[in-house]
């Protein structure tokens, strides 16, 4: 079948199909005319791809249990562990929200002392709330893209795709290490930088 009937079975659009093409997910094989033709293997496989990634788990994971190099039961074990962080930042930020809707204040009439004391009496009893490094990461990322972009006139993630995430987490290392950053960030962003492909 075409990619035009594979998208109307599985509401998934063709830029997604081909993106998990580039990500090795899938390699439907090519006709006479070399137009991609879909199997019913091939919408097996996708539907594998959409389950999984619904649950969260990030492309990598998906590519190691589709090439029989991780077993089901783990992948989704280690990302019931990271929903489960998730969700327990939400928790906090949920009540936290609800804490302060309900006094209905304004920004300037906000105690934000006692919800800054709040907020640090709780974290060091184990209550997480979202990790705010992710902010400045965020954006060192956006950076490095685009200075990615201006000397290499690509995509980063057609590189990522090329040479891999570990090429781009060195590079993202000696980013770190000309600007300065101490070496425990610098493993930080390099982490950041492996987990971050697709994310951003």
């Known amino acids: ?11 998934l659009s063709r830029d997604n199909i081909r993106f998990y093409e580039k990500q090795g997910l899938l390699s439907p094989r090519r006709g006479s005319n070399q137009y991609r033709d879909y199997t019913e293997e091939d919408i097996r496989r996708l539907k594998q791809i959409i389950v999984l990634r ?3 788990v990030p492309i990598a994971d998906v590519k190691r249990l589709l090439q029989g190099e991780a077993q089901l039961s783990e992948v989704l074990e280690a990302q019931s562990r990271q929903l489960q962080t998730q969700v327990d930042e939400l928790r906090g930020a949920l009540r936290l929200c609800n804490q302060m809707a309900a ?21 060091a009893q184990g209550i997480p709330f979202a990790d705010l490094r992710d902010d400045f990461l965020r954006h060192e990322w956006g950076l490095f893209e685009k200075l990615w972009r201006f000397v290499y006139l690509i995509d980063l993630r057609e590189e990522k795709q090329r040479h891999g995430a570990m090429g781009v987490a060195v590079f993202l290392l000696l980013v770190c290490a000309l600007r300065g950053w101490p070496v425990s960030f610098c493993g930080t962003a390099a982490a950041f930088g492996r987990a971050s492909s697709g994310r951003f």
């Open 54 to 56: 619904k649950c969260g």
């Open 103 to 123: 006094e209905e204040t304004s920004l300037e009439g906000l105690d934000e002392e006692r919800y800054f004391s709040q907020i640090t009496r709780e974290e």
């Open 1 to 11: 079948m075409k990619i035009k009937e594979a998208e109307d079975r599985l509401n």
